[in-house]
């Protein structure tokens, strides 16, 4: 005798097609996951963090944070693209690795839209280090000997000159001393103080000791910013492609087990075929 089933969520599509409510919800999904994650690697981080030796922790931290952000990508898309087949609900691989990819291409472009917001923000933000007008001093900066100079500079001029010296004189004085141009410094020198040229000279030869550290730590910190550039931008790549593949991977295992998620659920109005 034969049994009347009810179809189910599951089914066979002769023309496939794109659902992105489904692909949506699964995006929701795994942002939820990584932020989760993101918070879990946070106080991960924060429990790591030795007070006592700031470099090996920063160290450790930086490729702690490389490996998490890529287990963070991986895991939060799987379970995207996971749920984004279970919400289509068809039994139907191939479909479920597309509504996947789906998902990974959605986040991939809101998080450009946010890193790019948020970057332009910092920058319409930030303000530049700049002259001190109100105490004539000027601002600190984390390179110790350009500040050293760039304070130098400031009160050779000003004394020579009996006033506040001119910003921009200043900037194009220490650029031709970190240039390694000595001769067009201690031109400047003298047209802007009228001192005579073996004081100009004098005074130029005692900044080079602070010049040359000054451009030493400069070529430091600009090695330093491409190694961090470099990682960070090796960290998206494989980020994203680790995304990519988990996300197809969660697509397709999730219409490929389509039927534990729907085998109780019973549906009226169509028949079920076996």
Do not use: C
Not at 1 to 28: C, K, L
Not at 110 to 133: I, T
Not at 151 to 156: L, P, Y
Not at 189 to 197: G, K, R, S
Request: proline letters at 3%.
């Amino acid at each position: 005798m034969a049994t009347t089933a009810y179809s189910s969520a599951i089914e066979n599509d002769p023309f496939a097609q794109m659902r992105w409510s489904a692909v949506f919800a699964g995006w929701f999904v795994a942002t939820g996951i990584a932020i989760l994650l993101y918070g879990a690697g946070l106080a991960l981080g924060f429990t790591a963090f030795d007070p006592h030796n700031v470099p090996a922790a920063a160290k450790g931290i930086g490729i702690g944070t490389f490996i998490w952000m890529i287990l963070t990508w991986a895991a939060s898309l799987y379970v995207g693209g996971l749920f984004a087949s279970w919400f289509d609900g068809r039994a139907d691989e191939t479909m479920g690795s597309l509504h996947g990819i789906a998902v990974w291409g959605l986040a991939i472009t809101a998080s450009a839209l946010w890193l790019a917001l948020a970057l332009g923000h910092m920058s319409h933000e930030h303000k530049p280090m700049h002259d001190d007008a109100s105490d004539g001093g000027m601002v600190a900066v984390s390179n110790e000997p350009l500040a050293i100079l760039r304070a130098d500079v400031h009160r050779t001029l000003a004394m020579q000159r009996d006033s506040r010296s001119d910003s921009q004189t200043e900037k194009a004085l220490i650029a031709a001393l970190l240039a390694g141009h000595t001769d067009t410094a201690r031109a400047m020198l003298i047209a802007q103080t009228e001192m005579p040229a073996d004081v100009a000279t004098a005074r130029v030869t005692t900044w080079l000791p602070i010049v040359n550290a000054a451009s030493d730590q400069l070529k430091s910190d600009a090695e330093r910013a491409k190694h961090y550039a470099a990682a960070g931008m090796l960290g998206l790549l494989l980020s994203g492609l680790a995304g990519l593949i988990a996300a197809a991977l969660g697509g397709w295992n999730g219409a490929r087990h389509i039927h534990r998620v729907y085998h109780l659920r019973r549906y009226e109005g169509r028949p079920y075929r076996e």
